[in-house]
């Protein structure tokens, strides 16, 4: 079997190398020329993926990347893995996805399975993809064509998330897309759900994200009711998962940060609107968990203020730019909202984080771009007034840090059973 992935990115990349690991010969599709060469050579550009794996599979044939969206006709399946952000209003931004529907429209022939994995709202694949698919290519969608919505599970930074064991929800536009869809994914996803439409699967995506975001929104309220009280959440959660049933530990942050928690639930809420309903525990959420970098920021305001200093001149380093543990990854990162509103109230700002050591041109963060991650060592980070800890890296040696830094703002518990002078560290 020969299947085509489109969009080589977090999502793609693992997907496409567990499809050739199980003997399906893949050919990847971007736009991005630079990650066509990078990948025909055999390297990597994300972090927690090996090099060694992309090699293997590019050697043995079994996977190769192109540009070149007419090559289609070579496979028997498609999967979309495209971005899904939102707009500058708030608003879903699926042009990805239509953009990828025009250049493979053309090349569909009989039988060929589409589906879609980025996350979306209820309607995406059997609305909007069916159109675009159908007007370019003269094929109907269940008649002539397979078409289906699979969500991705990933779990970047997590070395126990492997794509082949995590259950697959698969949903088909009718009963045989849904067929053929087992078909293809039976090849290399251990545990299959099936569920009765796409619109059920693009449901259960969202469901699983809002279900994240409004769980860390809940947290992080706690964590500012507690802390008022002289209580310190990160305590109480680790006591609270004790309990066997009915609880599921999450954790406070400052501030909600990457490609799906941040974005996500407000395709729900844009979607919804057309049916005049609302959605208030996203909105909800989303307040809390947007106000969260104003709090800490906040919090470093105070550290300062207990040595007689002000935001305003000091030197701030913010420690962890990627937007959780272990990752590269730095989209949505709530580091760049903490820099910004630092650098308003006045602060120098710099950054340390081992996995981005120079920050790329993009279109969020246009200004910080070029912008290089301090060293480690003890001479800089002494110099700076205070380290504020935004990403609890597992690399990082936060025994030196205590060692080496005279005032830490905590937002991470990453300070937890380092042994620290009073008043060094503040939670935050
Ligand atoms: N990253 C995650 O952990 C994660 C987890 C679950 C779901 N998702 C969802 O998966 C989807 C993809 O996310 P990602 O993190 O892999 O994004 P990404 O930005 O890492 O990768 C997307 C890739 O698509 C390519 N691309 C963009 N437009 C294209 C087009 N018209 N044709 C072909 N290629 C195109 C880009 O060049 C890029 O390589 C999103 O909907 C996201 O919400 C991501």
């Known amino acids: ?226 802390t008022a009280m002289g209580i310190d959440v990160w305590e109480v959660i680790e006591a609270a998962k004790t309990k066997p049933f009915g609880f599921m530990p999450f954790y406070p942050g400052p501030g909600l940060g990457g490609h799906c928690i941040p974005i996500d639930p407000f395709y729900l809420t844009w979607k919804a609107r057309e049916y005049v309903q609302n959605t208030r525990f996203i909105e909800l959420a989303g307040e809390i968990n947007t106000a969260m970098p104003e709090y800490v920021v906040n919090r470093v305001g105070e550290a300062l203020n207990a040595q007689k200093k002000a935001i305003n001149g000091s030197k701030v380093l913010v420690l962890g730019l990627a937007y959780k543990a272990d990752v590269d990854d730095d989209r949505e990162s709530p580091s760049y909202v903490l820099m910004e509103l630092l650098k308003h109230r006045g602060a120098s700002v710099s950054y340390y984080d081992p996995y981005v050591p120079v920050i790329r041109p993009t279109r969020e963060h246009p200004q910080w771009a070029g912008t290089k991650s301090v060293d480690w060592n003890h001479a800089t980070f002494s110099s700076f007034d205070v380290v504020l800890i935004a990403t609890k890296h597992g690399s990082v040696n936060y025994r030196e840090l205590a060692e080496w830094s005279p005032c830490i703002v905590d937002s991470r518990n990453a300070m937890s059973g380092i042994s620290t002078k009073k008043g060094q560290v503040w939670k935050a």
């Open 1 to 226: 079997m020969k299947i085509a992935i489109v969009g080589l990115g977090y999502v793609g990349l693992p997907l496409s190398l567990q499809f050739a690991r199980s003997g399906v010969s893949v050919l990847g599709l971007d736009v991005d020329p630079a990650k066509i060469e990078s990948l025909n050579q055999g390297r990597s550009y994300i972090k927690h993926i090996e090099s060694s794996a992309i090699a293997e599979f590019v050697k043995s044939g079994m996977f190769s990347a192109s540009e070149d969206f007419s090559r289609i006709k070579e496979v028997e399946a498609v999967i979309i893995c495209v971005p899904t952000p939102l707009n500058k209003n708030r608003e879903p931004d699926i042009s990805f996805i239509i953009n990828t529907g025009k250049s493979i429209a053309p090349h569909l022939h009989k039988g060929i399975l589409i589906v879609l994995e980025s996350t979306t709202y209820p309607g995406t694949t059997d609305e909007d993809l069916r159109a675009v698919l159908e007007s370019g290519s003269g094929l109907k969608a269940g008649t002539d064509f397979h078409l289906a919505f699979s969500p991705e599970r990933e779990d970047p930074g997590n070395p126990n998330s492997k794509v082949a064991v995590i259950p697959k929800i698969i949903g088909g536009y009718t009963p045989m897309c849904l067929e053929k869809t087992k078909g293809v994914y039976g090849k290399a996803i251990k545990t299959l759900v099936p569920v009765s439409s796409c619109r059920a699967a693009e449901a259960t995506k969202l469901m699983e994200n809002i279900f994240r975001s409004i769980n860390i929104a809940l947290v992080n309220e706690l964590k500012l009711v507690y």
